[in-house]
Antibody, heavy 118, light 112 residues
Framework: EVQLVQSGAEVRQPGESLKISCEFS????????IAWVRQMPGKGLELMGT????????RYSPSLRGQVTIAVDKSTASVYLQWNSLKASDTAMYFC???????????WGQGTLVTVSS | QSALTQPASVSGTPGQSITISCVGTSTDIGAFNFVSWYQQHPGRVPKAIIY???NRPSGISDRFSGSKSGNTASLTISGLQAEDEADYYCTSMSTTSNLDYVFGTGTKVTVL
């Protein structure tokens, strides 16, 4: 059974950096796109970007390009979401999800709550 | 990349059927049969309940059904139950998104 396990909740101050992770368990890590989805407090789901672990092909939402970095480590079957300089507006729940057959996000991580506050 | 348009809220009484619309364009819903629907209870992880317009993943109740006509997809919940109270999101493959996807704005379903 495929599972995505995310790193724990984080609290940071504005301007700080942060890297959260999403570890894939099961077979075929390199064969499916992994997405990061943001949910700001009380708001809807927003697709931030996707990465294909097989060749590290990475795509970003135009509204977030340059603000975050998505990366993969095939040796640990993990995908990462990284900020160099957090803002209060980055406070949100972040989910990773696998895009399975049928173009559906069929497996989701449990979510990582990021709080940015001074 | 514009989001797919959903009604902000839909409500119904137990046992009733309700339908949530998801309006897109000819470059997303109208172009592909890759519409998915997700259910999210408060504080919980989203869960796929429909994929490829009308298919249900294993374990999903047959009270949930999906359809598409032109640029509009729909999710129907039959025999509404209290446990169906949640937020629902549609997604579609898209030719105008560099992410190949576009999400819907979300619909809050309330069981009266």
């Amino acid at each position: 059974e495929v599972q995505l396990v995310q790193s724990g909740a984080e609290v940071r101050q504005p301007g700080e950096s942060l890297k959260i992770s999403c570890e894939f368990s099961g077979r075929t890590f390199t064969s499916y796109w992994i997405a990061w989805v943001r949910q700001m407090p009380g708001k809807g789901l927003e697709l931030m970007g996707t990465i294909y672990p097989g060749n590290s092909d990475t795509r970003y939402s135009p509204s977030l390009r340059g603000q975050v970095t998505i990366a993969v480590d095939k040796s640990t079957a993990s995908v990462y979401l990284q900020w160099n300089s957090l803002k209060a507006s980055d406070t949100a729940m972040y989910f990773c999800a696998r895009r399975g057959d049928g173009w559906v996000f069929d497996v989701w991580g449990q979510g990582t709550l990021v709080t940015v506050s001074s | 990349q514009s989001a797919l348009t959903q009604p902000a809220s839909v409500s119904g009484t137990p046992g009733q059927s309700i339908t949530i619309s998801c309006v897109g364009t000819s470059t997303d819903i109208g172009a592909f049969n890759f519409v998915s629907w997700y259910q999210q209870h408060p504080g919980r992880v989203p869960k796929a309940i429909i994929y490829e317009v009308k298919n249900r993943p294993s374990g999903i109740s047959d009270r949930f059904s999906g359809s598409k006509s032109g640029n509009t997809a729909s999710l129907t919940i039959s025999g509404l139950q209290a446990e169906d109270e949640a937020d629902y999101y549609c997604t579609s493959m898209s030719t105008t998104s560099n992410l190949d996807y576009v999400f819907g704005t979300g619909t809050k379903v309330t069981v009266l």
